[in-house]
């Protein structure tokens, strides 16, 4: 008996000073990669699965990237994520803008005005990564006011992510002192916080996309001390069958060669998935994705 309680209290404590998964859950995750690899399944699974462990998630995603574009909002699709019990959170340029605007100058109608002039209009189109430092400042905002939100962005494809995080640090290089200087610091010194910020790439097993998420991940360590990672999304690795299609096989051949020079650069794959609907396939994978925390 008393062998039975000292190994129950072993296991408790083993429980206790163990950090489970709650326990490394950052409050912001970004998930990029190149075009077209899976990114907006995965954060969207992941964002499923972060509800799961009740955790206050926000997908999010920017609409459009200059101000006279109109915001690409599509409302049966937000319905039908929705639907899954995620929270979807779509970020316009002018909205976010014209909030920056607004707190500086303690004046919504100022900075309504503010933002549909000429100049301030040319001004965000011909700074680069301009309207992605918006962006970003919006969503650590967000983060700020409510403690307890954890944001999951739906980052646009892997040049686009680099020159938010690149843009954001050389306006608090140009800028000595200031609102800007300020303001770019405040956010390059949350997201370098402990525990607070994940990058997640994501590729498919093809050399190009595999180099491109191996390029990205140095180009950001150069200058920054995120924590990220590459995941592999890959969809045929587990399928291969002999009475396939040539076409499909000399596939899985290729991505196998792919897989095969990447082993001890990519951490975790995604496997492959019976769903045909988007719905079905967020659902079944999510609970997966805590191999992506």
């Not at 340029?93 to 919504?108: D, E, H, R, T, V």
């Not at 680099?162 to 640090?169: D, F, G, I, N, S």
């Not at 396939?244 to 650069?265: C, G, M, R, V, Y």
Request: charged letters at 20%; glycine letters at 4%; hydrophobic letters at 40%.
């Amino acid at each position: 008996m008393y062998q039975v309680l000292t190994l129950s209290f072993y296991l408790q404590l083993c429980i206790c000073f163990n950090p489970n998964v709650s326990e490394i859950i950052k409050r912001f995750y970004i998930f990029t990669g190149k075009g077209g690899v899976g990114k907006t399944t995965l954060s969207l699974s992941f964002s499923k699965y972060l509800s799961s462990e009740n955790k206050k998630v926000q997908y999010t995603y920017f609409t459009n990237s200059k101000l006279e574009e109109s915001p690409h909002i599509e409302k049966s699709m937000i319905a039908q994520y929705e639907s899954l019990g995620i929270n979807i959170n779509p970020l316009e340029l002018a909205s976010c803008a014209q909030g920056y605007i607004a707190k500086k100058l303690n004046s919504k109608t100022i900075a309504s005005w503010i933002i549909r002039t000429p100049f301030f209009t040319s001004l965000i189109n011909m700074i680069p990564g301009f309207n992605y430092v918006i962006f970003l400042g919006q969503i650590l905002q967000n983060l700020e006011d409510d403690p307890n939100l954890i944001v999951v962005l739906d980052a646009p494809a892997s040049g686009h992510t680099l020159t938010m995080l690149e843009a954001t640090r050389n306006f608090r290089n140009i800028f000595q002192n200031g609102a800007i200087f300020d303001d770019t610091n405040t956010m390059l010194n949350r997201m370098n916080e402990k525990n607070f910020l994940k990058i997640n790439i994501i590729t498919i097993p093809t050399l190009l996309s595999i180099q491109e998420a191996i390029e990205l991940k140095d180009e950001i360590s150069k200058s920054n001390t995120y924590e990220i990672e590459i995941y592999g999304n890959y969809s045929l690795k587990t399928h291969s069958n002999s009475d396939l299609p040539e076409f499909l096989t000399k596939k899985i051949e290729n991505e196998q060669f792919a897989l095969d020079s990447s082993t001890k650069l990519i951490p975790y794959n995604v496997d492959f998935m019976l769903s045909t609907s988007e719905s079905c396939l967020i659902k079944d994978l999510a609970p997966s994705m805590n191999n992506l925390v």
